[in-house]
């Protein structure tokens, strides 16, 4: 349990890193259940097909997640390692930062 509370705690942190990216509202975390709640340029949230495009994406990178209505969430198992956690973070960040989130569609930035 004490590794599962490190974890979500570093996990948390790294995904606070993206909140300069500007379709990230903001980050939600219990433990290691963790949301990264999206937003378009106009400030209204991310629509669920955005959120999915994007679910897409991360999948093809090999990143795990589960898409809803406008949030990525993230639940991995209580042994996750911080290398595995990079390894969600930093592909999460190029996509992120790779793309824009307007007018319901998910454009090249």
């Not at 993230?74 to 996509?95: G, K, W, Y």
């Amino acid at each position: 349990m004490e590794q599962a509370a490190a974890s979500g705690a570093y996990f948390r942190d790294r995904l606070n890193e993206l909140r300069n990216i500007a379709s990230v509202k903001e980050i939600r975390a219990i433990g290691l259940m963790l949301a990264v709640v999206l937003i378009q340029e106009d400030g209204a949230p991310a629509t669920p097909m955005q959120v999915f495009q994007l679910f897409v994406k991360l999948r093809e990178m090999g990143v795990l997640s589960y898409s809803a209505l406008s949030s990525l969430v993230f639940a991995p198992a209580f042994v996750i390692t911080r290398e595995e956690i990079d390894a969600i973070v930093e592909p999460l960040q190029s996509i992120l930062n790779g793309v824009r989130l307007r007018n319901g569609v998910v454009e090249a930035a």
